[in-house]
């Protein structure tokens, strides 16, 4: 059975009403049409039973051994909510003008750092829907359990990419309690990496208790000019 608070990476596929919603297998995502350039598809790396997945699928994941595969029905308790009737708010026009954001029925906005959908415009008011666009459904659920990582650079590797998906498999040294991260040429232009690297160092100081310190190095490398262009 997986340990609660241990990282393990898990596979999955989400469905709602019958429809595919959520998958980590970029295959399944092409193929029912959701697929999605921006996110990194592949087994995702979570600590089980932290609340970095839905209830019910963290409840599930701490009765599952390696290997192991489920398919779950959650309630919307377990999911994505209940639907609130609080979260559906009037939000003036003048705010929206404020923003520069011209409203249109279902157009989906952040207010406050709150996601929302719009549901009806009249009368220089626009009412938003707050809620999740899921809240309140039943959702089906088939997961596995990959893997428990246990080696430490792993970790570290996998908790870099919680933070910074694209930061896929950086270069990692372990040496008398400091760890050193090499981070790519494109690094400084991640949106708010700065404010990642905070996170992801704070991460491994709570996860790795002989860790002292956490350093990110940048790297620039002389480019290898072509010849011919030179000739």
Do not use: C, W
């Not at 039973?49 to 919307?76: F, S, W």
């Amino acid at each position: 059975m997986v340990e609660k608070g241990k990282m393990v990476k898990i596979s999955y596929d989400g469905y709602v009403d019958g429809k595919l919603f959520d998958t980590t297998n970029e295959e399944l995502a092409k193929k029912e049409g959701i697929y999605n350039p921006a996110m990194v598809y592949g087994p995702v790396a979570i600590f089980a039973g932290e609340g970095q997945v839905l209830p019910g699928l963290d409840e599930v994941i701490l009765e599952m051994d390696v290997g192991e595969e489920r398919e779950v029905v959650l309630p919307p308790e377990k999911a994505f909510g209940k639907r609130d009737p609080s979260k559906i708010k009037l939000v003036p026009l003048s705010e929206f003008k404020k923003r520069g954001i011209k409203p249109i029925k279902g157009l989906p906005i952040t207010i406050d750092g709150m996601p929302g959908k719009i549901v009806s415009i009249n009368s220089g008011r626009v009412l938003v829907d707050f809620n999740h666009e899921l809240a309140g459904k039943e959702v089906k659920y088939r997961i596995k359990v990959e893997e428990v990582v246990e080696d430490k650079k792993d970790m570290i590797k996998e908790i870099v990419k919680m933070y910074v998906p694209r930061l896929d498999n950086v270069k990692v040294t372990v040496r008398n309690g400091t760890v050193s991260i090499e981070l790519p040429e494109f690094a400084p232009f991640i949106p708010n990496i700065q404010t990642a690297k905070m996170a992801i160092a704070n991460e491994i100081l709570k996860r790795l208790e002989d860790v002292e310190k956490v350093k990110f190095i940048e790297v620039f490398e002389r480019k290898k000019e072509n010849k011919e262009e030179n000739e």
